[in-house]
C-alpha cells in the first residue's frame, strides 16, 4: 500500500501542475491550491467524525484501542487542518488582499482547531489512563454533536466570499473534466497519506501501551 | 410513570434548592461573577466609554462586549457547580443520594437562574454605562433568555468533566469556548440587530439556530452526562 500511495501522490502532483488547465475567474494559477486545500480540509473532517465513532466505541466496550485510535485521529486531525488554514489564508491572501478577514469558513476552521486543541489539553491534564480515556472520549463526542453547525451552518448562514468550488448551494457539481478529475485524484492522495500516518501512528501508540501493561 | 416524572421533578427541585441553600451559605459564583462583569464593565466603559465608538457600529460593538463579559464571568462562576462537590468531598454523598438525570437537570437550573439573572442585572448597567440604547427590548431579552440557556446547559455539562481533572480553574474556559463560539457569534449578531433596528425579520433565524443548538446541547448533555459522573 505504501509504494502505491507514493506512485499516487506523485501522479496527483503532476496533474495537479500539468494536467488541469488554468481556470477562469482566478488571479493567476491561484485557483490550483483548490488541489492542496480542500482535500487537507476534507480529511480534517473525516478525522474528527472517526474519531467520534471511535470515542463511541470506547464508551460502549471500554476497549484501550478505541482511545488510542481516537487521540491518534484528533492529532492528526490537528495537523491537517493547520495545513487547510494555511493553504486557506495564502489563497485568501492572493484573490482577496489578505490573509485573514474572519470568513465564516474561517471561524469554521479556527473553532475545529480549538476543539482539537481542548481535546489534547484535556488529555494531558488527567492522570489516571481510564479515566482520561473515559473523559476524553465524552469531550469528543459532546463536540461532535454541536460540530454540524461549525462545518454546515455558520459557513451557509453568514456571507461568505468562500467560494463553491465543488457543489453549489443549489447541488451541483460545479467542476467538470479535468478539473475535478485532479481534484479527485488528489482528494484519494490526501486520504491515503492520512491513512498512512494514521495506522503507523496508532499502532505504535498500542505498542507502547502494551509494553506499559506487560512492565506493571 | 406519572409518579416517576413526579419522582423526578421533586429530585430535580431538591438538587436546586441544595445549590441555591450552598451558594447562599458561601455567595461564592454570585460575588464572583457579579464582581467580574462588573469590573469587565468598569474597563470598558473607562477604556471606550460610550462616545469613542461612532453611531453605526455601537451596537455591534457593544454587543460582542456584553456578550463577551457575561461568558468570562459565567467561566468563572458556573464552572463551580461540580468543582465544589469535588473540593468539598460531598461527591459521593451526592452520587448516593439522586440519579445522575436529576442532579445534572437540578445544577443545569441553578447555573441558568444564576446567569440570567446575574445578565438581567448586567445589561442595564451596561446600557446606562455607555449610552447603549436598546430599540426592540422584547426581542433583545428573548435572545438573551435562549443564548444563556445554551450557555449554561454547555457549562454545567463541561464543568463535571473539568471537576474530574487536574487544572480546573484553566480548563473549563478552554474547554467551552470552542463548543459556545458559535452560540456566541449567534447571539452576538442577533442582539446587535434587536437593539440597532425596529426590524424583526431576523428574529425567526436566530431563534431557530439558538434553539436547536441549545437542544443539541442539552441532549448531548443528558445522554453522556452518565459517563461522566459515575467515573
Given at each position: 500500500m505504501i509504494y502505491f500511495a507514493f506512485f499516487w501522490v506523485a501522479f496527483s502532483i503532476v496533474l495537479s501542475f500539468l494536467y488541469a488547465p488554468p481556470a477562469e475567474g482566478f488571479k493567476g494559477e491561484s485557483y490550483r491550491i483548490v488541489f492542496y486545500h480542500v482535500p487537507v480540509a476534507w480529511v480534517s473532517v473525516l478525522a474528527f467524525f472517526l474519531s467520534a465513532y471511535n470515542s463511541f466505541m470506547?464508551?460502549?466496550?471500554?476497549?484501550?484501542?478505541?482511545?488510542?485510535?481516537?487521540?491518534?485521529?484528533?492529532?492528526?486531525?490537528?495537523?491537517?487542518?493547520?495545513?487547510?488554514?494555511?493553504?486557506?489564508?495564502?489563497?485568501?491572501?492572493?484573490?482577496?488582499?489578505?490573509?485573514w478577514n474572519w470568513d465564516p469558513r474561517q471561524i469554521s476552521i479556527?473553532?475545529?482547531?480549538?476543539?482539537?486543541?481542548?481535546?489534547?489539553?484535556?488529555?494531558?491534564?488527567?492522570?489516571?489512563?481510564?479515566?482520561?480515556?473515559?473523559?476524553?472520549?465524552?469531550?469528543?463526542?459532546?463536540?461532535?454533536?454541536?460540530?454540524?453547525?461549525?462545518?454546515?451552518?455558520?459557513?451557509?448562514?453568514?456571507?461568505?466570499?468562500?467560494?463553491d468550488l465543488i457543489i453549489s448551494s443549489k447541488g451541483k457539481i460545479q467542476m467538470f473534466g479535468p478539473i475535478l478529475h485532479t481534484f479527485l485524484a488528489n482528494l484519494i492522495s490526501f486520504t491515503l497519506i492520512f491513512l498512512l500516518i494514521y495506522k503507523i501512528d496508532w499502532k505504535i501508540d498500542y505498542e507502547i501501551y502494551k509494553k506499559e501493561m506487560s512492565d506493571e | 410513570m406519572e409518579t416517576n416524572q413526579l419522582n423526578l421533578a421533586n429530585k430535580i427541585i431538591l438538587i436546586f434548592s441544595k445549590e441555591?441553600?450552598?451558594?447562599?451559605?458561601?455567595?461564592?459564583?454570585?460575588?464572583?461573577?457579579?464582581?467580574?462583569?462588573?469590573?469587565?464593565?468598569?474597563?470598558?466603559?473607562?477604556?471606550?466609554?460610550?462616545?469613542?465608538?461612532?453611531?453605526?457600529?455601537?451596537?455591534?460593538?457593544?454587543?460582542?462586549?456584553?456578550m463577551l463579559s457575561l461568558f468570562f464571568s459565567s467561566s468563572i462562576g458556573l464552572s463551580r457547580v461540580f468543582v465544589k462537590e469535588v473540593e468539598q468531598k460531598t461527591e459521593i454523598t451526592l452520587k448516593i443520594s439522586s440519579d445522575p438525570l436529576s442532579i445534572f437537570l437540578g445544577k443545569f437550573l441553578f447555573n441558568f437562574i444564576l446567569i440570567f439573572g446575574i445578565s438581567i442585572i448586567i445589561t442595564p448597567l451596561f446600557c446606562i454605562l455607555m449610552e447603549f440604547f436598546i430599540k426592540n427590548l422584547c426581542l433583545f431579552l428573548s435572545i438573551m433568555f435562549i443564548s444563556m440557556l445554551g450557555l449554561s446547559i454547555v457549562s454545567t455539562f463541561i464543568s463535571a468533566i473539568v471537576s474530574k481533572a487536574s487544572m480546573k480553574g484553566a480548563l473549563f474556559p478552554i474547554l467551552t469556548f470552542p463548543i459556545l463560539m458559535p452560540l456566541i457569534l449567534e447571539s452576538t449578531k442577533a442582539l446587535s440587530l434587536s437593539a440597532s433596528s425596529e426590524d424583526k425579520s431576523f428574529f425567526l433565524q436566530s431563534f431557530l439556530i439558538l434553539i436547536s443548538y441549545s437542544g443539541i446541547a442539552f441532549f448531548g448533555s443528558i445522554i453522556l452526562f452518565e459517563k461522566v459522573w459515575k467515573e
Open positions: 470506547y464508551l460502549k466496550k471500554k476497549d484501550y484501542l478505541y482511545d488510542i485510535k481516537s487521540k491518534s485521529l484528533i492529532s492528526l486531525g490537528l495537523l491537517f487542518s493547520i495545513l487547510a488554514t494555511i493553504s486557506g489564508a495564502i489563497f485568501a491572501k492572493i484573490e482577496w488582499g489578505a490573509y479556527t473553532l475545529l482547531l480549538f476543539i482539537y486543541s481542548a481535546y489534547l489539553i484535556l488529555r494531558s491534564s488527567i492522570e489516571n489512563p481510564r479515566r482520561r480515556a473515559n473523559l476524553s472520549s465524552v469531550y469528543a463526542l459532546f463536540s461532535f454533536f454541536l460540530v454540524p453547525f461549525l462545518v454546515f451552518v455558520i459557513p451557509r448562514v453568514y456571507f461568505s466570499l468562500h467560494p | 441555591l441553600k450552598s451558594e447562599w451559605r458561601s455567595k461564592v459564583s454570585i460575588n464572583s461573577i457579579v464582581l467580574f462583569s462588573v469590573v469587565t464593565l468598569v474597563l470598558i466603559s473607562y477604556s471606550i466609554g460610550p462616545y469613542k465608538i461612532d453611531e453605526n457600529s455601537k451596537s455591534d460593538v457593544f454587543s460582542a462586549l456584553l
